[in-house]
């Protein structure tokens, strides 16, 4: 159905739980993003800033990706037994390719016209002059903002497992296992995967570790 066929009430008329959400969905994502400049910096012999200065030079997320997978390929070639490399670099790259559709998703709900219907009070987003669906039915719920949330978390803790193992605890997850792995909706948060720290509070610890280094350097 045309969006312009939809009776709707005004933005400040949505749900402030799906307001909530909506928030939720782009700070996840931004964790994310910024979580590749500690990737650079984790694969290669960059300090923090360095990386983050490196991440901020790249032009778009296609350029980001080429870059993570090609310090995460030379990281494990230079650090691990060849078929092992092999292995592992191939997971990583299936892992940044669900990054960025995850970002198309972000996209999608962040860079929408929301309103909610007068006749039903259904949530309605428009972009691009064409409704926002998920598989073809209407409405986009909390619900959908909910699941697209617990994916880009799902994607944090492998991101960190992978680059920062020491940083996540609970079980290994055997990845190949997860039915559909990288497809939109298949992931839920499981209780028993706990990320020991945030992306941004990562950036602390680390950036805090390197300045106390410094300091203790110019002591000397």
Known sequence: MPSDNLELRELLNLPP???????????HFEQSYGLMGLTIARTTHLSYEEAMGKLHQLRDR???????KADYRAAVSRDLPAET?????DEFDQLIDHWKELGGRRDDVGHCFWSVSK?????????????????????????DLKELIADLQQFIIHLNRMTAPE???????????????????????SPAIVVET????TFSVE??????ASANVRKK
């Not at 739980?17 to 700070?27: D, H, N, R």
């Open 17 to 27: 739980e799906f307001l909530q959400a909506l928030g939720s969905v782009i700070a």
């Open 62 to 68: 296609d350029t980001v990706k080429k870059q993570v």
């Open 85 to 89: 490399a092999r292995r592992k670099a």
């Open 119 to 143: 006749l039903d009070g259904a949530i309605a987003g428009t972009r691009k002059g064409k409704l926002l669906t998920t598989d073809g039915a209407m409405p986009y719920s909390i619900a």
């Open 167 to 189: 940083l996540v605890r609970g079980p290994e997850t055997d990845l190949n296992r997860i039915p559909s792995r990288f497809k939109p909706g298949s992931y839920r948060t």
């Open 198 to 201: 945030t992306a941004a509070a």
């Open 207 to 212: 950036y805090g570790l390197e300045q106390l």
